[in-house]
């Protein structure tokens, strides 16, 4: 089964509003949604953090439970649960890893290409809180749990870009979180020196200077369906 988030599936449509999370499907089960950048995934602490994503699909859809979470700033799919058995399902598959989640991210400098064969690269750095300067996430080889991205270029965004050049060049890759940490793929991408694009959080000021927003989308879900035991596969093509 494939959604693509242009063409919500028959009578599913956005909640209320033009922020609002876009509902792409809904069953017995489960919900897959659509997250805008900059609404929270799950309630903060505190009264000003509250609205959210999760409460927003709660008010149209009260049964829904939450299953995983993406950070504010990145936009894309998430998947909520219907009733507790098929939350705890859905959470074990998270956790056992059978959850395939693909992202698409553009970042600063022209990022080269890997020579495996198959295009693909992996970056396997260890990752703790940065507890001085939280809530960033760093590098940790000492105290860091293990964590597993794999990369691969689609583009270089600027016509006149090598792997060699930095100033004014992007490139829009895939990611493949093997592991899911905090912030993973933002630190990976950091750490080998392309950070994302308008990343407030990691970048330097002339790559927060790059986009608006940070330009990381949630593309791809796929998984085994809690209760039916089919393959469920959902894409969404982001908005940069």
């Known amino acids: 089964m494939s959604i693509r988030s242009e063409s919500p599936a028959d009578g599913v449509a956005p909640i209320v509003h033009a922020d609002d999370p876009l509902i792409l499907h809904r069953d017995d089960a489960l919900i897959v949604l659509c997250k805008p950048s900059g609404l929270l995934a799950v309630p903060g602490r505190g009264a000003l953090l509250q609205d959210c994503a999760a409460l927003r699909v709660q008010r149209a859809f009260p049964e829904a439970r939450v299953v995983h979470r993406l950070d504010m700033s990145t936009s894309g799919l998430m998947v909520m649960a219907i009733g507790a058995a098929a939350q705890r399902r859905l959470s074990m598959a998270f956790e056992r890893r059978e959850v395939d989640k693909r992202y698409v991210a553009v970042v600063a400098g022209a990022l080269e290409a890997p020579t495996r064969g198959d295009g693909w690269g992996d970056i396997e750095l260890p990752l703790a809180a940065d507890w001085p300067h939280r809530p960033r996430q760093r590098v940790d080889a000492e105290h860091g749990k293990p ?67 940070l330009l990381l989308h949630a593309s791809a879900l796929a998984f085994m369906h809690p209760t039916r035991g089919e393959s469920m596969v959902f894409t969404s093509t982001p908005e940069f």
């Open 147 to 213: 964590s597993h991205t794999r990369y691969r270029v689609v583009t270089h965004d600027s016509a006149n870009a090598t792997p060699h050049t930095t100033a004014h060049a992007t490139t829009r890759v895939e990611l493949q979180p093997l592991t899911g940490r905090t912030h993973q793929l933002r630190v990976h991408l950091l750490a080998i020196g392309h950070p994302i694009a308008g990343d407030a959080l990691y970048a330097p000021p002339e790559v927060i200077a790059l986009a608006p927003r």
